[in-house]
């Protein structure tokens, strides 16, 4: 799935992926009552984004099949609950971000069951009420 | 007399109330501010005000062609979108704003309009006491403060370029804030981060606050006040950076700040992660 240039409202989920893989650029998410964006058991490449005032930012789930997202240049903000949460329920979930912002939420990241979360040590993290979860860090090459 | 009276009455029950829209349409080609007009596509509407009583709260008013599409004073949750056709708005002498969100009004998203604020005018760009989104809008002439973010709301901003103020670019008191990819110039203040009453945070990035009197102004004036800058340019001010009463300006240490005829306040600064 590619989701380019799209704006999503009021949704109880942006965009709710299980399975497959996407591309995702350019989406704007407002106001999500769940995640604005979910991903389930599946493979992500999120860009230029940006997902706000939603009760979760983005959330990764691995539960029978490894999970992972890679979000760049995406801004993380003014989310009720979670900013991004990556959570291990049975398999790997990572996400990888690098040159995002994350502010102005209440938890800016949350890991739970081993889940990962690997910066480029690029993001501007700060000015959440709870910073949340360190990261492990890699340097861009 | 009595007749037509009744007569009128019997007419108005027998026409059914227009159903509000969910998209409205304005246009300065085709649109008409009269009853019939049902602010569609077809039958577009002239200005975003009169779309306005059309459209449903959480609604969208989108323009149709370059023009010039009035003030607006917005109490419902809506979208404001001039679509990227050269959608305008003239702001007249004696209004506060080019566009005025009240408290209650709810998420409000105004996005791809140019605002110019006539010289003398006294009135702001856009003022906001509730949750709002900008984007991609230019805000030209003498407003007195480009965009005022005040108390209660929150804001996203993005793509926002104020040119002469004569007070502020952007004006945050108050609540919280995120400005990316924005231009601030020729302004007596660029950015300003006013706490009064409550904790006033604002993270800037890849934004430009150039040749103004003072690049970003951070006052803790009863309750704390952080702005935080990343990736930002500030130069060509008079001061580049100022705080007041112990109001902080945190860098993560890639802001390129110089040039100014003083830099200002030496800032605290944190890692990217």
């Not at chain 2, 019939?36 to 062609?65: E, H, V």
């Not at chain 2, 900008?134 to 996203?156: K, L």
Request: glycine share 12%.
């Amino acid at each position: 799935m590619s989701v380019e240039d799209v704006s999503i409202n009021g949704a109880s989920y942006g965009v709710y992926m299980n399975g497959g893989s996407a591309t995702i650029h350019g989406l704007t998410v407002t106001g999500a009552y769940d995640y604005g964006i979910y991903v389930e058991n599946a493979t992500a490449t999120i860009s230029d984004s940006i997902i706000r005032y939603s009760y979760g930012g983005i959330q990764l789930q691995g539960v029978t099949v490894v999970t992972q997202a890679l979000i760049e240049r995406t801004k993380i903000i003014s989310n009720s609950a979670y900013g991004l949460v990556v959570d291990n329920l049975g398999s790997a979930a990572t996400a990888r971000i690098s040159d995002c912002v994350i502010t102005g939420n209440n938890t800016g990241v949350a890991a739970t069951g081993g889940g990962q979360i690997i910066t480029f040590r690029n993001n501007a993290w700060a000015g959440n009420s709870t910073d949340g979860t360190t990261p492990f860090s890699i340097s861009l090459k | 007399m009595k007749y037509t009276s009744i007569f009128t009455l019997t007419l108005l029950a027998a026409v059914p109330a227009l159903a509000l829209n969910d998209i409205s349409w304005v246009s300065q080609r085709s649109g008409s501010d009269s009853p019939n007009t049902l602010c569609t596509t077809t039958s577009p509407c002239r200005t975003f005000a009169w779309a306005y009583n059309q459209t449903n709260s959480g609604g969208i008013i989108k323009a149709m062609d370059a023009g010039e599409y009035g003030i607006i004073f917005i109490t419902k949750p809506i979208t404001i979108d001039g679509n990227g056709v050269g959608a305008a708005i003239e702001v007249p002498s004696g209004s506060t704003a080019g566009l005025f969100v009240t408290s209650s009004a709810g998420f409000v998203e105004i996005r791809n309009l140019a605002i110019h604020v006539p010289t003398g005018c006294g009135c702001e760009g856009i003022y906001s006491n509730s949750n709002v989104s900008i984007e991609d809008v230019s805000i030209t002439g003498a407003p007195t403060y480009g965009v005022y973010v005040d108390s209660g709301s929150t804001a996203t901003i993005h793509g926002l370029t104020v040119t002469g103020a004569t007070s502020y670019g952007i004006y945050v008191q108050n609540t919280t804030a995120t400005i990316g990819d924005s231009i601030i110039r020729y302004s007596a203040n660029g950015i300003a981060v006013f706490g009064f009453f409550s904790t006033t945070q604002v993270l800037i990035e890849r934004s430009k606050m150039i040749s103004n009197a003072i690049g970003l102004v951070v006052n803790n004036n009863g309750a704390a006040a952080t702005a935080r800058i990343s990736d930002c340019v500030i130069t060509g001010n008079t001061t580049g950076v100022s705080t007041v009463n112990g109001g902080q300006i945190i860098t993560f240490r890639n802001n390129a700040w110089a040039g100014n005829t003083t830099d200002g306040a030496t800032p605290f600064s944190v890692s990217l992660k």
